[in-house]
């Protein structure tokens, strides 16, 4: 299974971006797809993931630093996952990282990598 992420880039601090995952199976045979990111020296945080089933109705959960300010969403049609980032600030600069869970398994994508300037 491979994964894809796009739409990172460099944006000013109250800016937004939306980020796309998509992956080489439909993302309703995942159990659960998620955004992690990760700055140089630090370990991969969760930023927030979603169920991709397509008759689930759970909603997505956020890690407390993002809440309120990035949506995570499905389009199982489409077979994407998005990140809708507002009012970026400069501590989300980081690189970013789709994530599915199948079972046991977990797929990484590659990065994409998220500037926010001051």
């Known amino acids: 299974v491979q994964l894809q992420a796009s739409g990172g880039g460099l944006v000013e601090s109250g800016g937004s971006l939306r980020l796309s995952c998509t992956a080489s199976?439909?993302?309703?045979?995942?159990?659960?797809m998620g955004w992690y990111r990760q700055v140089p020296g630090k370990e991969r945080e969760l930023v927030g993931s979603?169920?991709?089933?397509?008759?689930?109705?759970?909603?997505?959960d956020y890690s407390d630093f993002v809440k309120g300010r990035f949506t995570i969403s499905r389009d199982n049609s489409n077979n994407l996952v998005y990140l809708q980032m507002n009012n970026l600030q400069p501590e989300d600069t980081a690189v970013y990282y789709c994530?599915?869970?199948?079972?046991?398994?977990?797929?990484w994508g590659q990065g994409t990598q998220v500037t926010v300037s001051s």
């Open positions: 994530n599915g869970r199948k079972g046991p398994r977990i797929y």
């Open positions: 199976i439909r993302i309703f045979s995942m159990d659960v």
């Open positions: 979603i169920s991709t089933k397509i008759r689930s109705s759970a909603a997505p």
